[in-house]
């Protein structure tokens, strides 16, 4: 079975500078994807990026980044440029993409760290 | 597009009471799921569905029942009420492929009291 581990419940960070967000997993699989969702005070649940395991390349989408570290099962979000709309719950997540009925499409998600964004 | 709707945003039930939470999803996905999600914890998967008439467990599916008749719509069923019910409920779809990546609902606040 796959865990998530988010260690950190909470952050602060200034408006305009950057944080990291950190987060581990434990698989035994090879071929997976990782993934950052944002859960605002709105509750919906906001796909933020998304790695796949066999990518050598960190992804990034616009402010957001990854250190995806495969040998240490890491895989940190980066955010620059901080702004007052990221504040939120950040929720880092597992996924085994084996086809077999869905069973292990499912997302194991970590408990999830409070970022606040300070003015 | 929509995208993935829930109803109702809030809902107070009393123990033993009975509930159907509504999903629907306008982007023609094969995929849907129900999950809960405790005060400070992440998601937990209650039910999934790969396609109309489909429909398997996942990690917590004891008091629920699910039912998938359409492509669009995933109703979640609560029987008799338990006060360990209360939680916030989220639904979500992907298109197919089971790494896609999922669309999740606006969320459904339960209390059971």
Redesign the interface.
Known sequence: AQTVTQSQPEMSVQEAETVTLSCTYDTSENNYYLFWYKQPPSRQMILVIRQEAYKQQNATENRFSVNFQKAAKSFSLKISDSQLGDTAMYFCAFMNPLESRGANSKLTFGKGITLSVRP | NAGVTQTPKFRILKIGQSMTLQCAQDMNHN?M?WYRQDP??????IY???GAG?T?K??VPNGYNVSRSTTEDFPLRLELAAPSQTS?Y?C?S?PG???D???????T?LTVL
């Open positions: 995929y799921y400070g914890m992440g998601l937990k998967l999934y569905s790969v489909i398997d996942g990690e916030v989220f979500a992907s492929l089971a790494a990546t999922q669309y999740f609902g606006p969320g606040r």
